[in-house]
């Protein structure tokens, strides 16, 4: 993460094109009652840059978890294949709901590889899922 922290003005702008949720693991900032972080997406390490093109909001835990990495392994097959990239991947295509919306799954070496790396079904992030689902909250749209 960079020293230098984002504008007030990109934040926003990064949070509401984001719809206040974490890119990785869907989680809503309103219902986590938290102030979500900005990840580059390719980390300033491996020559990422500080422009609302490479920035997304996420969750502590995901941005924390990822690191600097761009790329895991796919535990189906065994590649290495590229993190899921929020702007430039649509997240359904990558991802799907089980379990009434508390679980997530890969759909694809992307999907597979980045559920695994970034510890998307974190058991507490899954019975939290699942109190906001009871609650009417999640799934995200």
């Known amino acids: 993460m ?5 504008s007030p003005v990109l934040r ?3 949070s ?23 990840d580059h997406i390719i980390p300033e390490s491996l020559g990422g840059t500080n422009e609302e093109t490479n920035l997304c909001l996420a ?3 995901c941005n924390l978890i990822k690191q600097n990495r761009i790329a895991a392994i796919d535990p189906q097959t065994g590649e290495n294949v590229p993190l899921f990239h929020p702007l430039q991947d649509e997240w359904g295509a990558h991802f799907s709901w089980q379990q009434g919306g ?12 980045t559920v695994a790396a970034l510890r998307l079904n ?14 009417g909250w999640h799934p995200p749209a």
């Open 2 to 6: 960079s020293l230098a922290s984002p």
């Open 12 to 14: 926003q702008v990064i």
């Open 16 to 38: 509401q094109r984001d719809y206040y949720r974490c890119v990785y693991c869907q989680s809503q900032a309103e219902i986590a009652g938290m102030q979500f972080t900005i």
């Open 59 to 61: 969750c502590w835990d």
């Open 102 to 113: 508390s679980y997530l799954v890969g759909l694809t070496p992307v999907g597979r590889a």
């Open 122 to 135: 974190r058991p507490w992030l899954v019975r939290a899922r699942e109190r906001w689902v009871e609650a």
